[in-house]
Nanobody, 115 residues
Framework: QVQLVESGGGLVQPGGSLRLFCATSGFTFSMYFMRWYRQAPGKERELFAT???????NHVDSVKGRFTISRDNAKSTVYLQMNSLKAEDTVVYYC?????????WGKGTLVTVSS
């Protein structure tokens, strides 16, 4: 079955960096778009980064230039490099794959940006 496991979250100071990981299994990773979403308490989950199987990427304006999605098809892993972190980046981050019309999610990883 499809499994997604996020890791790499934690506490970081404003202006700092973190790298998130999403390890996957249960599907042919290289064939699927992968996405990163984030969700603040009481708000809807927000898509902010997408990567195709060929590593073509798209980032929303609010993270463009600060966050970078990437992938390693040999390791079935998608990454999120986050730089210049701000307090408002303090949310739970989820990776996602859509397969045969269904969305699959990991449990998320919490990033806290605070001094």
């Amino acid at each position: 079955q499809v499994q997604l496991v996020e890791s790499g979250g934690g506490l970081v100071q404003p202006g700092g960096s973190l790298r998130l990981f999403c390890a996957t299994s249960g599907f042919t990773f290289s064939m699927y778009f992968m996405r990163w979403y984030r969700q603040a308490p009481g708000k809807e989950r927000e898509l902010f980064a997408t990567i195709t199987g060929a590593s073509i990427t798209n980032h929303v304006d609010s993270v463009k230039g600060r966050f970078t999605i990437s992938r390693d098809n040999a390791k079935s892993t998608v990454y999120l490099q986050m730089n210049s972190l701000k307090a408002e980046d303090t949310v739970v981050y989820y990776c996602n794959v859509r397969k045969v019309g269904m969305n699959y999610w990991g449990k998320g990883t919490l990033v806290t940006v605070s001094s």
